[in-house]
């Protein structure tokens, strides 16, 4: 089983930052990959940036040049860091983890709120 744990999010002003990081625990070493996700009220979840173990990366169009994932060497955190910020990046934020096998795994979420 692995558990995933976000935090980060906060409420910053249009062109601030904010990092936002995703702890996992239990069965870490079955993780093949991570991600955010965010969702805005009454839409689906929508991928923001991935990672995979081998450090590959991808990212949806509206956040490149200003996200980046990243992640420890243990796999232990995944860190999503968030540069430039518009207020239609305010969304909950959720961390995911794919262990092949196994239905995607979720985290309760972090609200990030950029204001104008």
């Known amino acids: 089983q692995v558990q995933l744990v976000e935090s980060g999010g906060d409420l910053v002003q249009a062109g601030g930052s904010l990092r936002l990081s995703c702890a996992a625990s239990?069965?870490?070493?079955?993780?093949?990959?991570m991600g955010w996700y965010r969702q805005y009220p009454g839409k689906q979840r929508e991928l923001v940036a991935s990672?995979?173990?081998?450090?590959?990366?991808n990212y949806a169009d509206s956040v490149k040049g200003r996200f980046t994932i990243s992640r420890d060497n243990a796999w232990n955190t995944v860190y999503l860091q968030m540069n430039n910020l518009k207020p239609e990046d305010t969304a909950v934020y959720y961390c995911n983890g794919r262990v092949p096998g196994y239905l995607p795994i979720w985290g309760l979420g972090t609200r990030v709120t950029v204001s104008s």
């Open positions: 239990g069965s870490i070493s079955s993780i093949r990959a």
């Open positions: 990672i995979t173990r081998d450090g590959s990366t």
